[in-house]
């Protein structure tokens, strides 16, 4: 899989909207962008995913560049229960998908 | 539709003993992935079975760790004579395919090797 960039951490009022950006310049054309985040002592949770198009569901929105190089999952309105970190990780849907490179993420802190 | 799950979420073992971490995956799911966190790092794959096979052991150190995936029961990672550095989290993940599908984690067991 290729990997992604994001930054290290990042702040964000609640109720208002956070928006984590990713780069993955080397993306193939059957890498699928997907967001898990982890918060504090438990497993990560699925968030979102899509490969060209913006996708919403009830957790987020995504939204893919036209290259497909860079992407941002939205949270539209932060709560202190979004504080977590957040991975973007490139999913080939060619291959065996078992094996995840979770990076660094980013650290979202949420302040009240 | 139970998640998931693991057990035991916490467990402490001494040098030397043996460490039995278990998982069931979500109903439904026939892949099971192991991934180990070691403090203040980030997730790092180590084993992805299915069903009696093991599909891919790439990141599995080569001593002393070992996983299975029996026809009947759950997944169990297993580490031979712990050392301190295993302290870490282990989480277990399932899918129900090999390919085109979120892969769903449980919420991990906590090893602490004393």
Same mark, same amino acid.
């Given at each position: 899989d290729a990997k992604t960039t994001q930054p290290n951490s990042m702040e964000s009022n609640e109720e208002e909207p956070v928006h984590l950006p990713c780069n993955h310049s080397t993306i193939s054309g059957t890498d699928y962008i997907h967001w898990y985040r982890q918060l504090p002592s438990q497993g990560p949770e699925y968030v979102i995913h899509g490969l060209t198009s913006n996708v919403n569901n009830r957790m987020a929105s995504l939204a893919i560049a036209e290259d497909r190089k860079s992407s941002t999952l939205i949270l539209h309105r932060a709560t202190l229960r979004d504080a977590a970190v957040y991975y973007c990780i490139l999913m080939n849907y060619g291959g065996s998908q078992g094996n995840l490179i979770f990076g660094k993420g980013t650290k979202l802190s949420v302040k009240p | 539709n139970a998640g998931v799950m693991q057990n035991p979420r916490h467990l402490v073992r001494r040098r030397g003993q043996e460490a039995r971490l278990r998982c069931s995956p979500m109903k439904g799911h026939s892949h099971v992935y192991w991934y180990r966190q070691l403090p203040e790092e980030g997730l790092k794959f180590m084993v992805y079975l299915q069903k009696e096979n093991i599909i891919d052991e790439s990141g599995m150190p080569k001593e002393r760790f070992s996983a299975e995936f029996p026809k009947e029961g759950p997944s169990i990672l297993r580490i031979q004579q712990v050392v301190r550095g295993d302290s870490a989290a282990y989480f277990c993940a399932s899918s129900?395919? %090999? %390919?085109g599908n979120t892969i769903y984690f449980g919420e991990g067991s906590w090893l602490t090797v004393v």
């Open positions: - | 129900p395919f %090999s %390919s």
